[in-house]
């Protein structure tokens, strides 16, 4: 049961506190919104940015819990620290606490540098909460890397966009997923596109080559080309591969002022999702008018949550 006097870490006690002081910001998070040490603490934490946050979706039983076991297996034995955040539409809360470790992620519970958690989607299709969002924000100000893993049903994978450094779509083989994605113009998501077991040689390398068509045809044309990568994450076979594209797109994050101009972007939307699940689209639009005093995402969050509750 969660209790609304839930104690708040400051940022320093969370590098240092072990995953135990993490799973009780979490539960924070959830049970505080709008606490001003609460908003302090995240705003600090979203200043304090560290990991670089790769997002993974795509359908269910594509293969992205056996894609993440083998990058976090591969990060622990680059000696970096890693956690993972799974947003599971199936998922229910219990009493407002975070779901405990997923099943099908397994990781060893002596090893303080992995942290692995399993939160409820927002909606059916997978959606990410505020929740989600705020956890994020604390885990990637923590550990070395990051990775998100949502289930893509239909136009919910753009919500991966809200947190993701690098987004990953995963297709599995000989599915009709790349006709399905660019029907539904999800082609525009990914940084990166992930053709997955790779061993089931022959219709692996046959999605592959539908997607890299279905990617000619949507045109592309910015500065990053999308790389399609087949892999198998059950024998390993095109792992290096998919971390020389993202270690690739981090470099392309990296010129100029990219990387910050995304999360930039990412911190106004946010801003207005808190909003618009809160307010509806009426109180987005009342927001609008609304002068806030500078400050972070979740101080501004805060603030016209005040305002349009006092209105
Ligand atoms: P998720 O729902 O996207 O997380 O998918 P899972 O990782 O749970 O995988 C779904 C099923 O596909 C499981 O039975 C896995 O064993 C299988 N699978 C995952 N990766 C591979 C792979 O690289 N090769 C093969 N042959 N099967 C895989």
């Known amino acids: 049961m969660s209790s609304s006097r839930q104690s708040i870490p400051t940022l320093e006690h969370l590098r240092t506190g072990g995953k135990r002081t993490m799973a009780q910001a979490l539960a924070a998070t959830e049970a505080r919104r709008g606490a001003p040490e609460l908003v302090a603490l995240l705003d600090e934490a979203t200043r304090a940015a560290k990991a670089h946050v790769l997002g993974l979706t795509g359908p269910p ?22 956690a993972v955040l799974a947003v599971d539409p199936s998922s229910r809360r219990t009493g407002g606490a975070l779901l405990g470790d997923r099943a099908r992620i397994q990781t060893d519970p002596e090893d303080r540098g992995v942290f692995v958690r399993s939160m409820a989607a927002r909606d059916r299709l997978g959606g990410l909460s505020d929740d989600a969002v ?44 790349s006709l399905q994605f660019m029907k539904a113009g999800v082609m525009e998501l990914p ?68 990387a910050e101009t995304r999360r930039a972007a990412q911190e ?25 005093p500078a400050g972070g995402p979740f101080a501004r969050e805060a603030a016209l949550a005040a305002r349009l509750t006092h209105s």
């Open 268 to 292: 106004l939307r946010w801003v207005e999702e808190a909003v618009r699940i809160r307010f509806g689209t009426e109180g987005l639009k009342r927001a609008r008018g609304i002068t806030l």
């Open 134 to 177: 705020a956890a994020i924000v604390l885990l990637r100000a923590v550990y070395d890397r990051v990775i998100v893993e949502t289930v893509g049903v239909g136009q919910s994978e753009a919500d991966i966009d809200l947190v993701a450094d690098t987004v990953v779509l995963c297709i599995q083989p000989a599915s009709g997923d």
């Open 191 to 258: 940084d990166i596109i992930v053709v997955t077991k790779s061993d089931m040689a022959d219709v692996a390398r046959r999605a592959a080559a539908d997607v890299s068509g279905a990617l000619s045809l949507a045109g592309g044309g910015g500065a990053w080309r999308v790389p399609v990568i087949r892999l198998s994450a059950a024998n390993g076979e095109g792992l290096d591969d998919f971390a020389t594209a993202v270690a690739h797109h981090r470099a392309h994050l990296a010129e100029g002022d990219r």
């Open 61 to 82: 039983g594509v293969g992205k819990s056996t894609l993440t076991n083998a990058l976090v297996r591969r990060a622990r034995a680059e000696g970096e620290t890693i």
